[in-house]
């Protein structure tokens, strides 16, 4: 079904019942009229009422397509000059008919073409043609919402929503009221009532019903009869515009002949419910008793639905909503209550607020200008960022706390010494800024480091190690399997490092002396026997872990003749010079200079210090010692804080010279023995025997200055050495440059043993580790080692150690079966004793009586075992 | 000072003079050099190898026994011995060959 607006133009609004007649005659329904027509049509007033007069505003907004057209002027013109009709029509196939129906825009052809058209009929001329109509169905919608702008053309329901409104709300209901209808199954027959009752809704006119309901009514319509133009168009007057009315006849309703259809039934309309049980009882407890209920529920809702559908257009859209939402009728179908619900929303529908103009209405707002956002931002500067790592260990732990307990510490005694004048603190200060100073430049310095030249001292003899590897290997594993062979009563001298000084070259080796505390230390004395080859000495200290160089070096003004390591005080070294000085050394202090120097006012000897050795401390714990001198004088030496004392013990004197004794101080002076050794005995601490250039050998005590103890035979020529022995303290050795070594006891002037080595014997020594066995050297380069134990006639060793130089000393190691020869080319050669030359007793305690048996023997005593 | 320097010096000289000996470096524990008989090429080398080594071997000694302190090392190899003296300040690190002998 097609709807467009037709016009009727200012001409012919006259004429314009005979123009309706003739629209209703062609098929054409009326849907909408300006509501003054609606009612001139109906109640046939004066002419005036029934138009619409459009202002020139209007009439330009109305034909604004038509604008830019010629003669639109004289058109609004025309338009505005007296009221308008405006109508909605509806036909099928409207806008296929409607141009031949009105015909063409000029009446003039329109009569050629169609003399029946409305425009031929009624138009005057082009501008006056009476009838305005819209051609499409596009412009129909935008003019049917000029002049009508709450009407709403809603489109037709498509199948599916058809189908699903019945479904959902229309069904449903019927369902239950026809079900309960024919459960019910009344008296009287009940397809009228309801035929009735949906003819009286689809009576109620669609100007005045709700817009839910005429879409009820529409929709109903439109799927339960066919339309019925012919039947609006014959029953005419001015209600036939309307929809006719259709009876709806159920499929099963009964059939009535006529004369049952004419037959009256009186019926009276009341407020009842006929369904409602009438005789419904209830216990009541007051009266202990049933009784009838008397108030029934008379109302029944047969559809209750809530519209959705709106006037467009409408002011306060949203309130509108609300409020036809919440006042919208409920369909009450009720035997009584129909009239008054339509005259209900008649009402409801005046007291609507003021109605505005819909044609002069202009909305204003205003609003302020919205301050532009704006964005500001401010950047900080990032903090700055480093990235530290590092790794802890157990002792980064370990040091940082233990750093952390000495700042304690050091934290709580300046606290404990925190009342100090702050005139010395600045001083203070300044003293430590200085220190720390002089530190820092110390430690700039990698020369001042004295743990680097620890470390340097170190590498080399690392060094030293890897350089004479199979010497060390030697030295600590190294035993002559030879010796196991044969009759075990021979051994052999391995020879290890050669220790020479490179300056010296021409310096012999006049003194040795192993430190008594480190077992790889000694004293090496150089100088020289040759009165005519003097010149400065030197005492260098090696170590057997560094061959290659000593560790220490001192230079002295003349030849070293001897030197002696303290026993208790393993850094002083008393040393005796040629010139018949003595010195003594610490070689802790890293200074070059001796710490004590005999001068010539102080005692000093006049001829070279044979031999010097220290002594115990004295009662008030000074150090001391003694030297021997061949000037004849037995001295002691005291070390006092700053100087050194000399005390002459006794004088040497020929045994035999009584001349001498009384004589002048010229031969007294001359008669003196030059003294060339002595030794000290072991247990008996005053007495000690000194050995002569003259060969004699006399036991002295330090409590007699006047004489000697006892003369002993002696040698032929000058005594080198005197040695007690170590184990039995009343037997000594002494050593001659007769070729001679004599063992003596010390309470008998004639030797106990005589030993001849056919060479001047330079030194001999008694082994640390046995009370038989000594070793000696010779002027001819051989080391012999006797074990009396084994052989008292011969050397159990007899060994070539050195061609072309002679031998001057010899020292046993006290720790270790090492033994030091010395030679007058300057060189030192250490060597390892092999096993049969190292036999002790199982104990020390039998080494005493061992000697004893030994000389005993010699002697021709019997054996004391 | 001139006694101390020469003192160093002539140790360093000895050392140097030793069979087999092909040179001494003395460095910082940081690896910067501050003496060295080496030359150019080989003395960085040895240096922050022997230093990185070296530290690692003290952190070894450390954690074993905090009181402990590494004093010296030596490496064994099949053409040289590398040998390390480490001070509180310095490192002196020789090569030697042992078998130049």
């Known amino acids: 079904m097609e709807r467009t607006l037709l016009v009727i133009k200012p001409d012919v609004t006259a004429r314009a019942t005979e123009i309706i007649a003739r629209l209703k005659q062609a098929g054409y329904r009326i849907i909408q009229a300006s509501a003054r027509l609606t009612r001139a049509m109906r109640d046939d007033d004066d002419e005036q009422k029934r138009s619409v007069q459009l202002s020139e505003e209007q009439a330009t907004d109305f034909y604004q397509e038509e604008m830019d057209q010629g003669g639109f002027a004289q058109l609004v013109a025309f338009i505005i000059s007296g009221p308008v009709f405006a109508m909605v029509i509806e036909k099928q196939n409207l806008f296929d008919d409607i141009p031949a129906f009105v015909g063409p825009r000029s009446p003039d052809i329109g009569r050629t073409l169609n003399p029946d058209c409305l425009r031929a009929v009624f138009g005057k001329d082009e501008l006056r043609n009476g009838i305005h109509y819209s051609e499409d169905p596009v412009t129909a919608r935008r003019e049917i919402n000029f002049f009508f702008p709450d009407n709403i053309i809603d489109p037709l329901p498509s199948m599916e929503h058809a189908k699903l409104f019945l479904e959902s709300a229309i069904y449903p209901t019927l369902l239950q009221g026809l079900t309960e209808l024919c459960k019910e199954k009344p008296a009287n027959p009940t397809g009228r009532f309801v035929a009735d009752s949906a003819a009286t809704d689809i009576q109620a006119p669609p100007e005045a019903a709700m817009p839910q309901k005429s879409l009820s009514a529409h929709s109903l319509k439109s799927l339960d009869g066919p339309e019925q133009p012919a039947g609006a168009g014959a029953a005419g007057g001015a209600d036939d515009w309307l929809p006719p009315k259709v009876l709806l006849k159920p499929p099963g309703q009964l059939q009535l002949s006529e004369k049952e259809l004419d037959e009256e039934f009186t019926r009276i309309l009341n407020a009842n419910n006929p369904h409602a049980p009438q005789n419904i009882a209830r216990y009541n407890n007051k009266e202990r008793m049933f009784k009838a209920s008397p108030n029934m529920e008379h109302i029944v809702f047969h559809f209750e639905f809530d519209g959705y559908l709106i006037y467009r257009g409408d002011e306060g859209g949203e309130n509108k909503i609300e409020v036809a939402v919440d006042s919208a009728p409920k369909a009450v179908s009720s035997s009584t209550q129909q009239a008054e619900a339509d005259g209900g929303e008649d009402e409801k529908k005046t007291s609507r607020g003021p109605l505005r103009n819909q044609f002069n209405f202009s909305e204003r707002a205003a609003q302020t200008v919205n301050n532009p956002y704006r964005e500001r931002s401010t950047n900080t500067e990032p903090p700055p960022q480093r990235t530290y790592s590092m790794n802890v260990n157990q002792w980064t732990i370990f040091d940082t706390y233990s750093e952390d307990l000495q700042q304690k510490e050091k934290a709580a005694k300046e606290k404990s010494k925190a009342p100090a004048p702050g005139g010395t603190k600045g001083h203070k200060d300044e003293d430590k800024g200085a220190s720390m100073a002089s530190d820092a430049h110390g430690e700039d310095v990698y020369y001042k480091n004295l743990e680097l030249r620890k470390a340097l001292i170190t590498i080399e003899r690392m060094a030293n190690q890897n350089t004479f590897d199979d010497i060390s290997q030697d030295y600590k594993y190294w035993e002559d399997a030879s010796d196991e062979l044969g009759d075990r009563k021979s051994g052999t001298l391995l020879p290890l490092w050669k220790f020479a000084f490179e300056k010296d070259k021409k310096k012999q080796v006049t003194a040795l002396c192993w430190n008594p505390q480190s077992p790889d230390l000694f004293a090496v004395g150089y100088g020289s026997y040759d009165f005519s080859r003097q010149g400065p000495g030197m005492i260098a200290i090696f170590t057997l872990k560094n061959p290659s160089h000593p560790e220490y070096v001192y230079i002295t003004e003349t030849g070293v003749m001897s030197l002696h390591f303290h026993p208790q005080h393993p850094s002083m070294i008393a040393v005796g010079l040629y010139d018949g000085s003595v010195l003594v050394y610490n070689i802790q202090k890293k200074v070059d200079s001796p710490i004590f120097k005999s001068t010539t006012k102080g005692g000093r000897h006049t001829d070279p210090v044979w031999q010097v050795c220290w002594q115990k401390d004295d009662l008030d714990d000074n150090l001391n010692f003694f030297s021997v001198s061949s000037d004849g004088r037995v001295t002691q030496w005291t070390l006092l804080k700053n100087e050194l004392l000399h005390t002459d013990v006794i004088a040497l004197k020929y045994d035999n010279g009584e001349h001498g004794q009384n004589g002048a101080e010229d031969e007294r002076l001359f008669s003196l023995a030059g003294g060339c050794c002595f030794d000290f005995h072991k247990r008996v601490e005053h007495l000690f025997t000194v050995g002569t250039e003259e060969g004699k050998i006399y036991k002295c005590s330090k409590d007699y200055n006047s004489q000697y103890l006892l003369s002993f035979e002696g040698h032929q020529m000058a005594v080198y050495t005197v040695r007690y022995n170590p184990f039995h303290v009343n037997y000594f050795l002494s050593a001659s440059a007769d070729w001679t070594v004599k063992l003596w006891d010390h309470n008998d002037s004639k030797p106990a043993m005589v030993f001849d080595l056919n060479g001047s014997v330079g030194d001999v020594a008694w082994a640390p580790y046995s009370s038989t066995v000594f070793a000696a050297v010779t002027a001819e380069g051989k080391v012999f080692v006797f074990d009396l134990n084994e052989n008292k006639y011969a050397p159990i060793c007899e060994q070539q150690v050195v061609r072309k130089a002679k031998l001057t000393h010899i020292s046993f190691n006290q720790f270790e079966p090492i033994i030091l020869v010395g030679d007058d080319k300057g060189t030192v050669v250490s060597l390892k004793l092999s096993p049969n030359l190292r036999r002790k007793s199982q104990t020390p305690e039998e080494e005493p009586q061992k000697l004893e048996n030994v000389i005993n023997l010699a002697k021709g005593k019997p054996l004391t075992m | ?101």
């Not at chain 2, 003496?35 to 922050?48: F, G």
């Not at chain 2, 071997?57 to 302190?69: A, H, Q, T």
């Not at chain 2, 590494?70 to 078998?99: C, D, G, W």
Request: glycine letters at 4%.
């Open chain 2, 1 to 101: 000072m001139t006694k101390d320097y020469n003192d160093v010096e002539t140790a360093l000289a000895r050392i140097q003079a030793h069979k087999g000996v092909q040179g001494i470096v003395i460095a910082t524990h940081e690896g910067s050099v501050i003496r060295s008989t080496l030359d150019n090429i080989q003395t960085p080398q040895i240096s922050t190898l022997v230093t990185q080594l070296a530290s690692r071997g003290k952190s070894v000694v450390r954690d074993l026994d905090p009181e402990d302190e590494l004093t010296f090392l030596r490496i064994r190899s099949k053409k040289h011995e590398i040998m390390v003296a480490e001070t509180k300040q310095y490192l002196l690190i020789v090569i030697q060959n042992p078998h130049e002998l």
